[in-house]
């Protein structure tokens, strides 16, 4: 199957378009972990058991990992999604952007090393960055757009001199000429509902992922009436520490199941 089929399979299955990112922070874990041989792995099996039932994708944000030298517990971690839940996409958060060779080991690793059924990339290279990644036509290829931090308009708004913003040029060229291979998806913040109103306009049903519900701010309501596609589904809504963290006390798994209940639920209200 491919990362689309798979991703429409988990949207229709669960009824959600919910993705949990797993981007650990052991500083914020419940202190019963202190003791813990792989603290990561054990807190990611834990949350990942309290809410695969409600979610269309897991995200594990590589950083999180390679920074403190646990490169092992995401390997471990990402087995532990294929083994016991083995319909779950598992998008791997790298965000790499580099041309030629180096371009072609970030794709070995995130689709041979680690095994993801997709991951983010950064398009600032153009065709030569994505095109290495892309080749892996069962894989899906997710390419940074319109993002949700503060200052992302300082670039991706600039006007072009065709009258194009940055992020629609993007968005443009992705769906109109990168997308060969029917595997690439776009990110756009949930911060900039407009933008993502835009961007959807001129992708028509490619797949979004949304960063920046939660923590960051973003509304529902309005990332929902922007970005859906013409079958109701289309996002991929992610949300991290508003899951991760939404209690640091011997209920943090239920409190993340809650949490993603509650946005399952509400980001459902606003579908037709």
């Known amino acids: ?5 798979r991703l429409q399979a988990r949207w229709q299955a669960t009824d959600s378009l919910v993705c949990v990112g797993l981007d650990p922070q052991p500083e914020l874990f419940p202190a019963q972990f202190s003791t813990e041989a792989q603290p990561i792995l054990a807190f990611n099996k834990a949350i990942i058991d309290a809410t695969h039932d409600l979610v269309c994708a897991f995200k594990p944000q590589i950083a999180h990992y390679a920074a403190v030298g646990a490169e092992d517990q995401l390997q471990a971690t990402m087995d532990y999604i294929r083994a016991e839940y083995p319909d779950i996409p598992i998008i791997l958060d790298s965000k790499r952007g580099d041309i030629g060779s180096t371009a072609t080991m970030y794709a070995l690793e995130a689709f041979e090393r680690y095994q993801a059924d997709a991951v983010t990339i950064n398009p600032y290279m153009g065709w030569d960055t994505i095109e290495p ?90 990332v929902m009436k922007a970005g859906l596609d013409s079958q109701g589904a289309g996002l991929i809504i992610n949300s991290s520490r508003g899951v991760l963290y939404a209690s640091k006390g011997t209920d943090f798994a239920e409190a993340a199941r809650a949490e993603t209940l509650k946005l399952r639920d509400l980001a459902n209200r606003y579908r037709s």
């Open 1 to 5: 199957m491919t990362f689309y089929s």
């Open 133 to 222: 990644f892309a080749r892996y036509t069962d894989k899906g290829v997710i390419v940074l757009c319109r993002t949700s931090n503060g200052s992302a308009s300082e670039l991706q708004n600039l006007a072009l001199a065709s009258g194009k913003t940055l992020f629609a040029r993007v968005a443009q060229q992705a769906a109109q000429v990168w997308n060969t291979h029917k595997n690439l998806a776009l990110v756009v913040g949930a911060t900039a509902p407009a933008e993502l109103a835009e961007v959807r306009a001129l992708i028509g049903d490619m797949p979004i992922l949304v960063p920046g519900l939660g923590a960051q701010g973003g509304d529902t309501e309005a």
